[in-house]
């Protein structure tokens, strides 16, 4: 008997034996191990994309599109980690694979990864379902952040920016559709005047806390966050996730 002559239910119960790599591999065969691979992969709803294994593939655009085309609509959390030193090509491979594919993410974590004008803004179309969103560590400028936030209305719960030295709060400015906003780290973003987020906080009513640990300005205005009754905690607890590694 031919492999293809067996019923789905057999195809899944031998699919179910190859790993993450193997199936993507096999998915590339014909349509239907595509529709049986993607039934294995699409069980995966957090993933982690590990760059020190993707940097050594020669064929990275290929192994990116079947990634980001089979498990891109289901999944809900996604994470990478790329370093400052980073292939500009990968990366735009990848941003461009997050917006075009994931479109039903709920959590999106990229640290320690440069991202300009030019990845924001792809990027901008994961806003609309977003409920987390973690870039800390990305070399974010004022303009670049404040233009991706006030692109379209935010459902945004938990804003992590950590580490982003760049930052002055400028990007404050003008931003009101933080509406559902609950959290916001913003520490160690040491020249961050948190002056600059006065207005802001008449906007975001459903902010409860705020970690601006490493502000230099944060004595000369440390009552800014209790201001006419407001009442935000300082420090934050963010969702903590596990994420399924492929090696």
């Not at 980001?68 to 790329?82: C, N, Q």
């Not at 560590?137 to 952040?145: E, F, H, K, V």
């Not at 959290?183 to 906080?201: H, R």
């Not at 459903?206 to 935000?232: C, E, H, M, P, Y």
């Amino acid at each position: 008997m031919e492999l293809l002559a067996l019923d789905e239910d057999s195809l899944m119960e031998i699919f179910s034996y190859f790993c993450f790599n193997e199936l993507l591999v096999l998915s590339s065969v014909c349509q239907r191990f595509l529709h049986l691979c993607q039934r294995h992969l699409r069980k995966i709803r957090h993933f982690e994309l590990d760059y020190r294994s993707l940097a050594e593939r020669e064929n990275y655009p290929e192994y990116l599109r079947n990634v980001f085309t089979s498990l891109g609509p289901t999944l809900e959390a996604f994470r990478f980690s790329g370093g400052y030193i980073m292939n500009e090509t990968l990366k735009q491979h990848i941003v461009d694979g997050l917006a075009a594919h994931c479109t039903n993410l709920r959590h999106l974590t990229i640290n320690y990864t440069i991202l300009n004008e030019q990845q924001l803004r792809p990027l901008a179309v994961l806003l609309d379902t977003l409920f987390h969103l973690d870039l800390g560590r990305c070399d974010l400028t004022d303009d670049s952040l404040g233009e991706f936030l006030r692109s379209r209305p935010l459902k945004l719960h938990t804003l992590a920016v950590p580490g982003n030295t760049n930052l002055l709060g400028e990007f404050f400015t003008h931003w009101t559709t933080a509406n559902d906003l609950e959290q916001i780290d913003l520490s160690y973003c040491f020249s961050l005047n948190v002056q600059e987020m006065d207005t802001f906080l008449q906007h975001a009513k459903r902010l409860k806390a705020v970690d601006v640990t490493g502000s230099l300005w944060l004595q000369r205005n440390k009552d800014i966050f209790s201001k006419d009754g407001r009442s935000i905690a300082m420090g934050t607890s963010m969702p903590v996730l596990e994420y399924f590694k492929a090696g």
